[in-house]
């Protein structure tokens, strides 16, 4: 279920994050008392392959997570950008295949973000970890939130 807000969402336990990528889906997971965020390697995407939500929801069975977090990309103005409506479609996909809860957070300025936590890297490293790296700073913010609640 989508939810509206973070009210409804669970207080203990674990948490996926997800940085929607056209080509590359970055993941993280937090640990049960949301302590820690770690990242974990990328989905790559592929056309003809298996549903991205269905990998996600997979990933999500693994690791025992209680709710996901899917980045919604705005423009500064709050507005949708192109890819926000593939976000939220994808998010209605994974609906069908999973009860848990999801929710949305502004992920603006998160590759940024995750640059800087890389620091020097080589670009080819850098395509690699910057996806889920980004998904730990949408991690990092939403339990941030959770626990302002």
């Known amino acids: 279920m989508i939810l509206p807000d973070f009210k409804a969402f669970p ?32 989905i790559e995407v592929k056309k003809n392959g298996d549903s991205l939500a269905k990998k996600i929801v997979e990933i999500a069975e693994k690791e025992k997570v209680v709710g ?33 809860p999801i929710i949305f957070i502004e992920e603006n300025l998160t590759s940024f973000a995750a640059q800087e936590k890389l620091g020097k890297v080589r670009i080819n490293d850098l395509k690699q970890k910057l996806d889920s790296e980004s998904a730990a700073v949408i991690l990092e913010n939403a339990i941030s939130m959770l626990k302002r609640l």
């Open 68 to 100: 996901i977090v899917l980045g919604l990309p705005l423009y500064v103005d709050g507005s949708d950008s192109e890819t926000t409506k593939k976000v939220r479609d994808c998010a209605a996909e994974l609906t069908g295949y999973t009860d848990l």
């Open 11 to 42: 207080i203990k336990g674990r948490i996926l994050g997800v940085d929607w990528g056209a080509r590359r889906t970055g993941i993280a997971v937090s640990d049960d008392a949301r302590d820690f965020v770690f990242v974990r390697p990328a």
